[in-house]
């Protein structure tokens, strides 16, 4: 069952032709997610040959839902901080590389109690995080009577480790290629096995002066299978996403962006495992000339495959 969309996921609405889009450079944070190659989309232009980009972000992760069916149950309870670094740079002939490292803690949190007025404030369900004991740390799968998946262990561990190329096709099409180094803990769920993506994406054209900017992507990930559910996860997923964006006053911007994925895992009557990710993440940014502040939130569209609640907090500082 897909959600009632929140009111500010109108501005997706106007998804037409637009100019050059700086993305929120969002992911599916779920725990279940971090094994795969699921890579930052939207950026559609290559950046010129000296020019680069350094982007630090902090993602707050608030995760809770349970489930039984037939022979299958499983519970995902927990929070995740992400803090990640990411750099961009030209290097000519259209062509750009980058690096991406997330330092990652796990735990029980701090969230629950503010998750649950959230979703109160805005009519959403809290799928019965209101049942159970708050800021809990425990993610665990059971099937067919034997145990698949039990992590209780809080702590801090490494990402994985991304490195990029991007190639512009047209000034307004980047085709993307991403390799995911197992530098990651799988006991902590943080990743931990070898992974790549291919991708496309487009800055939709629209006039130069105009306030609205927009994106559109489209790509595969392949995943080598780690030691997390081996045997039910996918190793090939498709993704992609669509972005819009508005320069409301000189400095500031307000947008919203879909992030789509194809299920993760694969026998398995639970929609935890079985079912498609769609997320929508909506905030606003605060644009200096050398830097940029960004602060919006994550909600899962389709509920129980992605995290119901994210924080995202991104800072940008642009060279040249």
């Not at 059971?142 to 992590?151: A, I, P, Q, S, T």
Request: hydrophobic fraction near 40%; avoid cysteine.
């Amino acid at each position: 069952m897909i959600r009632p969309t929140l009111p500010l996921a109108a501005l997706l609405a106007v998804l037409a032709p637009v100019a050059q889009a700086a993305p929120f450079d969002t992911t599916n944070q779920g725990a279940l997610a971090q094994g795969f190659a699921l890579p930052v989309i939207g950026h559609g232009r290559v950046l010129a040959k000296g020019d680069s980009a350094s982007r630090y972000s902090l993602d707050l992760t608030s995760e809770y839902t349970t489930d039984t069916v037939g022979t299958e149950t499983i519970g995902l309870d927990g929070e995740s901080a992400h803090l990640t670094g990411r750099y961009r740079a030209g290097l000519g002939e259209g062509w750009e590389w980058g690096a991406e490292l997330s330092v990652v803690h796990v735990g029980g949190g701090f969230m629950d109690s503010f998750i649950e007025g959230w979703h109160d404030f805005f009519g959403l369900p809290n799928g019965g995080r209101e049942l159970v004991p708050q800021d809990r740390y425990q993610y665990r799968y059971e099937k067919n009577g034997v145990v698949l998946l039990d992590r209780t262990e809080e702590g801090w561990a490494l990402g994985d480790l991304r490195v990029s190329a991007g190639w512009a096709a047209t000034e307004d099409l980047a085709l993307r290629a991403e390799l995911k180094l197992p530098t990651g803990d799988e006991d902590k769920l943080t990743g931990g096995n070898l992974g790549g993506a291919l991708w496309a994406d487009w800055a939709l054209p629209f006039d130069q002066d105009s306030r609205w900017s927009g994106f559109a992507s489209a790509g595969l990930s392949l995943n080598q299978k780690g030691d997390v559910l081996e045997d039910q996860q996918e190793t090939l997923v498709p993704f992609g996403g669509a972005g819009a964006f508005l320069r409301a006053t000189q400095k500031i911007e307000l947008g919203a962006q879909l992030y789509a994925h194809g299920p993760l895992y694969k026998d398995s009557a639970l929609d935890q495992l079985d079912r498609a990710g769609l997320q929508l993440v909506f905030g606003g940014r605060w644009i200096e000339k050398a830097w940029a502040l960004d602060i919006a939130f994550q909600e899962d569209l389709i509920t129980k495959s992605s995290p119901d609640f994210s924080i995202h907090v991104g800072l940008t500082l642009a060279s040249r």
